[in-house]
């Protein structure tokens, strides 16, 4: 069956440092994995979208990994304050270039200052 | 507007009674998409609207989900004869055209069935 998976369990890092979240897919071949910033009682904020042909986007101090043979993305914040503190979505299209995402449960990420 | 618009933005209902949730887009975007999330689980796909195109409602749980899109623009989901597992967050996204752009989400309807 397909699946997206992301940690479930939160995610505490000391502030300034590198904070590194997974999302794994089984059974599914995306054009697209986008990753989503939400704060409680709110909606999701896109962040970053990367395709099947890039390895590596950036944008600021995100950084995003696509391994397409692991079936894999990485999700970096450096230098992490605690204003980054929120739930971390990871998206991908469920039929290659539908541009109709399904999500991942969320990583929650808390940085201590 | 300047973002997606939705309302109410809390809902608390009977069980039974059927609900209209509205969803306004960002102009230009066309389409529009219609997750939930129930409390501490992910997004679940409900429906997707792309253009003039016939919607996808696979995500749509049971015939008492129906939702429209009028003029391309506006778009209202229907819950009738509301249940108790129905209650969560309905979050409304819209799109522009092209690959590039992610989704913009509206800060959704909190719906509670009593």
């Known amino acids: 069956s397909q699946k997206i998976e992301q940690n479930s369990e939160a995610l505490n890092i000391q502030e300034g440092k590198t904070a590194t979240l997974t999302c794994n897919y089984t059974?599914?071949?995306?054009?697209?994995l986008q990753w989503y910033r939400q704060d409680p009682g709110r909606g999701p904020v896109f962040l970053l979208l990367?395709?099947?042909?890039?390895k590596e986007k950036r944008k600021e101090r995100l950084k995003v990994t696509f391994d397409t043979t692991l079936k894999q993305s990485l999700f970096h914040i450096t230098a992490s304050q605690p204003a980054d503190s929120a739930t971390y979505l990871c998206a991908l299209d469920v039929t290659s270039g539908t541009y109709k995402y399904i999500f991942g449960t969320g990583t929650r990420l808390k940085v201590l200052a | 507007g300047a973002g997606v618009s939705q309302s109410p933005s809390n809902k608390v209902t009977e069980k039974g009674k059927d609900v209209e949730l509205r969803c306004d887009p960002i102009s230009g975007h066309t389409a529009l998409y219609w997750y939930r999330q129930s409390l501490g689980q992910g997004l679940e796909f409900l429906i997707y609207f792309q253009g003039n195109s016939a919607p996808d409602k696979s995500g749509l749980p049971s015939d008492r989900f129906s939702a429209e899109r009028t003029g391309g623009s506006v778009s209202t989901l229907t819950i009738q004869r509301t249940q108790q597992e129905d209650s969560a967050v309905y979050l409304c996204?819209?799109?522009?055209?092209?690959?590039?752009?992610?989704?913009?989400f509206g800060s959704g309807t909190r719906l509670t069935v009593v």
């Open positions: 059974n599914y071949s995306p054009a697209y």
């Open positions: 996204a819209s799109s522009p055209p092209g690959t590039g752009g992610g989704y913009t």
């Open positions: 990367i395709r099947e042909n890039e």
